[in-house]
């Protein structure tokens, strides 16, 4: 089974020892304390010079909750455009409606835009999908509007604990739907529970607690398990 280990950096260096500890692609977000922002354009065209594997950029327009006031969504629509036009195979974002529910048609918008530039490039809607009125149907949604993958905790606070929301997503999964990126404190202590139910990817931040830095040594112990060495 070729399985994928996706780490979360929050700088371009971190990027490349990520890489070069096993790691077969990267999300790439400024404002760590955010929660993820979108990189600076600096940090976007070293990513491209210095990066081999995917590099997937984070467009976030700022932390907090994901309803977007207009000059917000107008920055994430240029940015997200900006990140095709620069090549890279993927890009994450997420918005919602003041309700919880998706936000279909700004993610349509968003979607067209990346599009236009690169008719490949892959989205991946990130963890706002945790805050969503059922779940199952904005998991299919997003395979309707053509959301490659889905960054989850299976709404719980770790995707260990959220397991059974991710469990239920995976055995539900039809033609179409998203593949389904489990994150959210994945450690190599508790990968294998995730990849024991098929899942064929998984998301960290490869940090010992959250306030500390990305260790190598655990992106190597993780891509170990995940690649099963």
Do not use: W
Not at 110 to 128: M, S
Request: charged fraction near 25%.
């Amino acid at each position: 089974m070729n399985r994928r280990l996706e780490i979360c950096c929050y700088s371009v260096d971190d990027a490349v020892v990520a890489q070069e500890a096993g790691a077969d692609r990267i999300e790439l977000c400024a404002g760590r304390p955010e929660g993820g922002t979108t990189p600076s354009i600096g940090s976007l065209a070293l990513a491209r010079e210095r990066v081999r594997i995917p590099v997937f950029p984070m467009v976030r327009a700022r932390g907090g909750d994901f309803c977007y006031r207009p000059i917000e969504f107008e920055t994430m629509c240029r940015d997200v455009t900006t990140v095709a036009r620069m090549g890279f195979p993927g890009v994450v974002f997420g918005v919602l409606r003041p309700n919880r529910e998706l936000d279909t048609v700004r993610t349509d918008v968003l979607i067209a835009a990346v599009r236009k530039e690169n008719p490949a490039i892959e989205v991946t809607f990130h963890r706002a999908f945790d805050q969503v009125v059922e779940p199952e149907r904005v998991f299919r949604e997003l395979g309707e509007l053509g959301c490659a993958r889905v960054l989850t905790s299976g709404q719980k606070t770790t995707a260990v604990d959220g397991i059974d929301l991710i469990y239920q997503l995976l055995r539900s999964r039809g033609e179409g739907d998203p593949t389904l990126l489990p994150g959210g404190g994945v450690r190599p202590s508790n990968v294998s529970r995730l990849l024991d139910l098929g899942l064929t990817e998984v998301h960290s931040t490869a940090t010992p607690s959250p306030t500390e830095p990305m260790d190598p040594v655990l992106v190597r112990d993780l891509a170990r398990i995940v690649h099963g060495g």
